[in-house]
């Protein structure tokens, strides 16, 4: 590949100022977690970036988990992991734990990195001021939350002082009991009740694929009415199908469009952010088109 010369590089950066008008002042929700957070460098590569898009004034929310680092801890400790239709049974034990690294040992990390880019960022979970309420999800999963309420003021609170809010997905009942959120399931509530402009799910993988096997299958724009299709000849199956509802339900409560793009790509949230052609698969209402023909 030939190096980009300065001129290149100043057209680039020319051709990006109509994606900066159109974020500008508005809120977009990252969701940042699992195996994209793996590699300590690329993780740091994607705190800069996001921090690159705070000073140019989008108001970013970052929302993760962090599945590998728990799985590591509950290791350390002989406490199995469990998983029950792709979600990580909790009991009281493994609560604490999931706690412990999620609220702090990885929002802390996140912080840390941010405020080293030059951010302000106020690491948070869903404990602090009522931010995420829920309720059991089901029996057989233990401490796994439902969401019942998200009260975003904090939040509204922070962006408008200038700041990264970082949020981890763990929940509570306001009764004194924590519970495990699904961290896509807690983006996608969280960008609803802030009315975001978009939500971005940084994931291991390029997209939505028709065929699993093959890489050039991807589908780059995924409409409301298309899921239901895609459902039925299993396109959209397994892990995919958390993954879709939560784009689905984020834009049934008033999120313009769901990015759900690869973050082990070096750049890849400021190639969908501030490019034409984006990368990944972009979800957004509108009637059925060829993807789920």
Do not use: W
């Not at 290791?75 to 609560?95: C, P, Q, W, Y």
């Not at 309720?135 to 962006?159: F, K, M, Q, Y």
């Not at 940084?202 to 409301?224: E, Q």
């Amino acid at each position: 590949m030939n190096e980009l010369t300065d001129f290149d590089i100043a057209r680039l950066l020319s051709d990006s100022l109509k994606y900066v008008r159109l974020y500008r002042s508005h809120t977009v929700v990252v969701k940042y977690g699992g195996n994209a957070m793996k590699n300590p460098e690329l993780q740091q590569q994607v705190m800069h970036d996001l921090v690159l898009l705070s000073m140019i004034g989008i108001r970013i929310v970052l929302v993760h988990g962090g599945g590998p680092s728990i799985n590591k801890s509950l290791a350390a400790l002989g406490i199995e992991s469990k998983f029950v239709r792709g979600l990580r049974v909790t009991d009281e034990e493994t609560m604490r734990v999931v706690q412990r690294v999620l609220a702090g040992e990885t929002n802390k990390d996140l912080v840390k990195l941010l405020c080293a880019e030059g951010s302000k960022a106020v690491g948070l979970c869903g404990l602090d001021a009522g931010l995420i309420t829920a309720r059991p999800e089901a029996e057989d999963l233990g401490l796994v939350g439902h969401i019942t309420g998200v009260d975003v003021s904090i939040v509204e609170t922070l962006l408008e002082k200038g700041c990264i809010p970082v949020i981890a997905s763990v929940a509570g009942d306001g009764e004194g009991r924590s519970y495990n959120v699904n961290a896509d399931t807690a983006a996608a509530a969280i960008a609803g009740a802030l009315g975001a402009r978009r939500l971005v799910l940084m994931t291991d993988i390029d997209g939505l694929m028709r065929d699993v096997k093959d890489p050039d299958s991807l589908i780059s724009v995924l409409t409301t009415e298309d899921i239901g299709p895609l459902k039925e000849q299993g396109v959209i199956s397994g892990g995919m199908i958390p993954k879709i509802d939560c784009a689905l339900h984020a834009i049934e409560s008033g999120v313009e469009r769901v990015a759900m793009i690869n973050g082990t790509l070096p750049h890849s949230i400021l190639v969908e952010m501030l490019t034409k052609g984006g990368i990944g698969t972009l979800v957004k209402t509108g009637p059925r088109t060829a993807a789920s023909a």
